[in-house]
C-alpha cells in the first residue's frame, strides 16, 4: 500500500533526492542501486537475500523488507529479478509494487522475459495509473557497477519521462525503441537467441578443435583475428583455456533464455533450428550437472560427448 | 612434365625475377596472382575459363594454357581452385602439376578441404621431392587484390622456406600452425565451423525480428554494439537490410564447407548438431534456388518459411 494519501509523481527525501528503489541485489542489481546512489538518488533496495539487504545497507543505502516498502515512496522502482515469473509477483502479488507504489511513478523492468509476458505486465500496471518502461539490459556486473549498462528500451512517453534520470544514471546508452511495451523485450530476446548460439558455437568449435588435437591457444589467436570471430567467443574461450567454469553468467541462464525464445518462435510459427540445437546443448550441459557452472561449460559437455581432453585449471589439457 | 633437366629449386626468369603460377584466377586468385607480380614475381596464371587468363595477360601477367605448363618453371605454385577434388586433378591427374613443376619447388594449397585429403595429398607430392604447404586463406577479394590475406598455413619447415617470399607477398599475416599438412586445413576448418552457423544464425536472428515487427535498422545498431554480435553478422546484415543478394560469397560455399565440416565429425564420433542445423538451412537455400547468391540470403529461407517479409531492393519491405 502507498502510505502517501496523496500520490506524488516524484517523491523527495527530506534531503531532496529523488527516491528510487531496487528489487532483486543480485549482480546487475546491486551496481545499479549503486549507480543510482552515486548519482544522488535517495535508494530502497530489496532483495529474497537478507545478505544483499545488509550489504547495501553497509554500503549506505537504505534497506527494505520487502519490495512494497521499498518502493512505497519512490519515483522509479528499478526491478532486477531473474525472470517474468518474479516480475509479475513482485508486481501483482497480494502486497506487490503495483498496489503500493505511488500514482505516477514508473516501474523500470530490467528481467529478460517473452515479450508478450512484458504487454501483459504493463498493460495490469498502466490500468492503476502507474508507468510500466520494458527495460531489460546488458553489459555484465562490472558495468552495472560503472553505471555503463546498455539498455533496450521501450514504453509511453510519460513511461520513459519518469525514468530518464534513472536510466541515465545507470546506463551508458539507452535504445529508445519504441513507445509500447515488449518491443524492448523483443530486441533483448533477438540479442539472447544470438548470444546463446555463439556461446555453444564456440563450444563446438573449440571442442572440436581439441579432439583434432590442435592448439587451443592458437585457435583463439587465429579465430579472434578471422571472421569466425564472434563477441562471445572472444570472452567466454578464455573460461575454456584457463579450465575455469566459475559462473560469470550461468548455464541455466540460457536454458530459460534460449527456452524463451522457442516459446516465442513457437506461437509465431518461425522455425528457429540452430537456437533450438542450440537450447539442447544447454540443457545436456545442465543434465550432466554444469546448471549453475559457467555457459561456457557448454564445450564440456562436447568434450564428454565426444571423448575429448580439454585444458585443466592449472596446467595444459589433462 | 619439367621442361628442366636440372631441378631447380628457384628458377628465376631471364629478368631474375622468381617465377611463380597461379592455379585459379578467380576472385581470390587473381588478387594473388597480382599481389605476387607487384612484389616482383614473374607470375605464370592459368584457368580453365579463358576469358579469367585473358584479363590477366591484359594486365601484364603471363598466361598459361594449363597448370603443367604454368608449373614447369614456377619455384612456388600457388593453387586456388574450388575444392579438394579440384586440387587433387591439378596436381596428380595426367599431365597434372605434381610431375610438371620442378623439384624442389613448394605447391601452396589454398582450397579449404578436409585435413585428411590435405595429409593425402601432401604425402602424394612430397613422394615425389616437390614441397607441399597447407594454406588456407581468409580475407575476401579486396584484400587478396592488396596482399593483405590471412593465411593459415602448416608445412615442413622446407615448403615453409620455399614459399617464404610468396606468402609475404600475398599475405598480411601468415599463421605458422604446425610442421605437417593437415593442422592449416584443421584450422581454416574451425573457422568455417563458426562463420557458417553466425551467418545462418544471423539469418534467424534478423528474420525473426522482422516477424516481430522489429525495426531492422535499430536490431543491426544493437545488436553489433551487444554481445549478441559476430563479425559475420556485422558483415552480413547489410546484404539483407539492403535487398541485395548478388554473391559477394555463395549459399553453395557453405554447402561445401559444412558439409566437409560433418565429414570430418562423423570420422571423429564428435557430435556437432548447431553446425548440423546450420548445414541444413542452406541446403534449405540451395532447394529455394538460392545456391548461387550471396549467403546472406539463409535470412530469404527464414522468411519463406514464417510467412515474413525482408527489405526489398531500394525500399522498405516489401
Redesign the interface.
Given at each position: 500500500m502507498s502510505t502517501h494519501s496523496t500520490p506524488l509523481a516524484t517523491p523527495r527525501a527530506a534531503s531532496g533526492a529523488a527516491r528510487a528503489a531496487v528489487i532483486g541485489l543480485g549482480s546487475m542489481g546491486f551496481g545499479m542501486a549503486q549507480s543510482l546512489r552515486r548519482a544522488g538518488f535517495d535508494v530502497a533496495g530489496t532483495d529474497v537475500n537478507p545478505d544483499a539487504v545488509a550489504r547495501f545497507v553497509a554500503e549506505g543505502g537504505r534497506g527494505a523488507a520487502s519490495p512494497a516498502e521499498a518502493a512505497a515512496d519512490a519515483a522509479v522502482v528499478v526491478c532486477v529479478v531473474v525472470n517474468a515469473a518474479q516480475t509479475e509477483a513482485v508486481l501483482f502479488a497480494p502486497g506487490g509494487v503495483a498496489a503500493a507504489m505511488p500514482e505516477g511513478a514508473v516501474f523500470v523492468s530490467s528481467a529478460t522475459m517473452d515479450?508478450a509476458v512484458a504487454r501483459r505486465l504493463a498493460a495490469g500496471l498502466e490500468a492503476t495509473g502507474r508507468h510500466y518502461l520494458d527495460a531489460p539490459i546488458?553489459g555484465g556486473a562490472a558495468r552495472a557497477a560503472k553505471g555503463e549498462l546498455?539498455v533496450?528500451a521501450s514504453g509511453t512517453p510519460a513511461a520513459f519521462a519518469a525514468a530518464r534520470g534513472a536510466l541515465d544514471a545507470m546506463a551508458a546508452?539507452v535504445?529508445e525503441?519504441?513507445d509500447a511495451a515488449g518491443?524492448g523485450a523483443?530486441?533483448k530476446m533477438?540479442?539472447?537467441?544470438?548470444?546463446g548460439?555463439?556461446i555453444?558455437?564456440?563450444g563446438?568449435?573449440v571442442?572440436?578443435?581439441a579432439?583434432?588435437g590442435?592448439?587451443l591457444d592458437?585457435?583463439y589467436?587465429?579465430?579472434t583475428?578471422?571472421?569466425?570471430?564472434?563477441?562471445?567467443?572472444e570472452?567466454r574461450v578464455p573460461h575454456i583455456l584457463a579450465g575455469d567454469y566459475r559462473p560469470l553468467s550461468a548455464i541455466e541462464i540460457f536454458v530459460k533464455d534460449l527456452g524463451i525464445v522457442q516459446d516465442?518462435?513457437r506461437a509465431?510459427?518461425?522455425?528457429?533450428?540452430?537456437?533450438?540445437?542450440?537450447l539442447?546443448?544447454y540443457l545436456a550441459s545442465a543434465g550432466l550437472g554444469f546448471g549453475r557452472d559457467d555457459d561456457s561449460s557448454v564445450a564440456r559437455t562436447?568434450a564428454q560427448?565426444?571423448?575429448?581432453r580439454l585444458p585443466q585449471p592449472g596446467g595444459p589439457a589433462e
Open positions: 515479450p546488458s546498455t533496450m546508452k535504445h525503441l519504441g518491443i523483443s530486441f533477438i540479442n539472447q537467441l544470438l548470444a548460439v555463439h555453444a558455437a564456440a563446438e568449435a571442442a572440436l578443435a579432439k583434432l590442435l592448439d592458437k585457435v589467436e587465429v579465430i583475428g578471422s571472421a569466425g570471430n564472434s563477441w562471445m567467443f570472452n516465442m518462435v509465431e510459427r518461425f522455425p528457429a533450428p540452430i537456437a533450438a540445437a542450440a539442447q546443448m562436447y560427448l565426444s571423448g575429448t
